[in-house]
Every structure is written in C-alpha cells, then in structure tokens.
C-alpha cells in the first residue's frame, strides 16, 4: 500500500512540473489575439485543452495530465515496483509485476494444486485431467509441516514431504476456510508463510498463486457458525498484504462466486460453502484468465 501510495504521489508531482514547463512554454510562445479567441470558442467551456490549429499551443489542466499519467504510465509503474494491480478485482501479480494473460488448460500441466476440500473439488470437478495435486480435507495451515495426512507412494507423509517429491513450475495454493475457526489473522498468515517460504526455497523459480478463501452463505452457518463473511474479508485482506510481500500472485477467486449481497452464490455452491461442478469449471475459467508467464 506505502508503495503504491507513493507512486500516486510521484504522478501528481510529475503532472505538476509538466503543467509548469506547458504554462512557461506557453508563454515564451508569440502572443496572437485572434488565435486565442479562435481557441478558447473552440473549447467551449471543456477545462481541459485548448488548441487552435496552427496556433502551436496546447493547455493541458493538472486533472488531465495527471489522467494521463495514470493511464498511460500504469505498466511503468508495475515495472519499477514489481506489483501489478488487476483493474477488475483484488488480483495482484508481486510475482514480476506483469499484466494478467489469458491461457488455455495446459497451462495447468506443470503446475501442482495445494489445499484443503475447497482445492481437491476443483481437482475432481474442474474437467481439466491429470492435475497433480496435494489435497487434504479439513487441512489446517498449521499441519502442513507436521500432520501425515497425505497418503503417496504407499506412505503417509506430511505436506511438505510430499511437496518435495513432486516436480512443477506453478503452485496453487487454497487454505483458510477450516482456519476461520481460530479468527485469528495473523496467526494464520503466518503459517501461511512459512508454506510459501518452504515452496520458494525448493522451487525458487516457481511461480505461487494464492487464491482467496471464497466466499461463504448465511445459509451454512448452522453447520459453520465460525465462516462468517466478515471473518473471511479479515482473513483475505491479510493474505492479500502478504502475497505482495513474498512476491507471490493473490487471485481474488472470491469475487467470481459473491451474489450481490455480498456472500457464496447459492447457484454455484452446494450447501453455500463447497462449490459444485459448474462453479468449479467457472473458477477453472478465472484461473485461466489470471495466468502469469515465468521469465525465459
């Protein structure tokens, strides 16, 4: 956020030395009365240029320079700080700062599907085949280094056991529904580190997507009394800080199921919590159209 701020500041700073040097330019220029005339009829009240053909002036307001600015120096910007801002959701690539890019199911082919339930439904229901995966369900933050859940190669291990004997150039990461139950954010944050810290090292080329807790409904409160909606903006604002922090892509796959109050689409899910066939094929489609290309 500081350096985003910054950058804003920066804009407007550069919009106001442009705006300086435009009025001292404008008036070194030769002063003709009939072209200022011509000019200013000719803006009709719009405060944001004047330009009179053959006249050679051009006003630019601050407000307009600065939306230029912003505009056309959006891309520069990723490239200075590393981050590139989604313009349609939270998604944020930290990992080299480039726009999002459409891709196609093989882009999936190298990359290794980490989670709880939440991830092993997209594994089974995403109708995309031999996704290689490390799911558990009920998996906790917390036990990925220290819980055997995983069954592989005829052994119980522990995730992190079983990260080390899989090859891969992506990771997909979904934890946090199970987490909520702690409502403890930075808790679960931290744990969550220690994950990405753990891939990074093992694969410090990988490119590591972390996806939002998606959403929750009223409706499956009975049964979840601790997945409130709230508890979850919480829980994924703080994800979001610290993918930015450790480089990593946030995919903001909650937007994708939220209903216009604001909680799981009912249409989507099962229950208001685990996401059936078609709501597993629609995050199929926003991953695919979040991908992020690794350097050559």
């Known amino acids: 956020m500081k350096r985003k701020l910054c950058g804003v500041l920066c804009l407007i700073l550069l919009a106001g ?14 002063f003709d009365a009939s072209a200022q005339t011509s ?69 999936f082919a190298d990359a290794l599907f980490i989670g709880n339930s939440r991830m092993r439904g997209f594994v089974l229901y995403a ?39 899989c090859d891969f150039e992506k990771v997909y990461l979904n934890f946090g529904f199970n987490d909520l139950m702690f409502d403890d954010a930075d808790a679960f944050v931290r744990d969550y580190r220690l994950i990405v810290d753990y891939i990074s090292e093992y694969r410090p080329d990988a490119v590591i997507f972390i996806n939002s807790i998606l959403p929750v409904h ?26 930015i922090e450790e480089g990593c892509v946030f995919l903001d796959s909650q937007s994708v199921f939220l209903d216009e109050e604001g909680y799981m689409d009912l249409t989507l899910s099962w229950e208001g919590v685990h996401v059936h066939e078609s709501g597993m094929r629609t995050l199929r489609e926003y991953w695919l159209s979040h991908t992020v290309n690794r350097p050559l």
Request: proline share 5%; with cysteine.
């Open 17 to 30: 030395v442009l705006y300086t040097v435009n009025q001292k330019y404008r008036a070194d220029m030769p």
């Open 218 to 243: 009223p409706a499956a409160l009975a049964e979840y009394p601790y997945a409130l909606q709230e508890r979850v903006d919480v829980y994924n604002e703080a994800l979001r800080d610290m993918a």
């Open 39 to 107: 000019a200013t009829d000719a803006a009709a009240g719009d405060g944001t240029a004047e330009h009179t053909p053959g006249a050679g002036t051009v006003s630019l307001s601050p407000a307009s320079v600065i939306s230029f600015c912003l505009a056309s120096d959006k891309e520069a910007s990723a490239a200075l700080t590393g981050v590139w801002y989604d313009d349609d959701d939270l998604s944020v690539n930290a990992y080299n700062g480039t726009p999002f890019a459409q891709g196609t199911t093989e882009y």
């Open 127 to 165: 109708e995309i085949p031999d996704l290689n995966s490390v799911t558990y369900i009920g998996w906790l933050v917390g036990e990925f280094f220290t819980s055997p859940c995983i069954y592989m190669y005829g052994e119980r291990m522990t995730g992190a056991e079983a990260v080390a004997l």
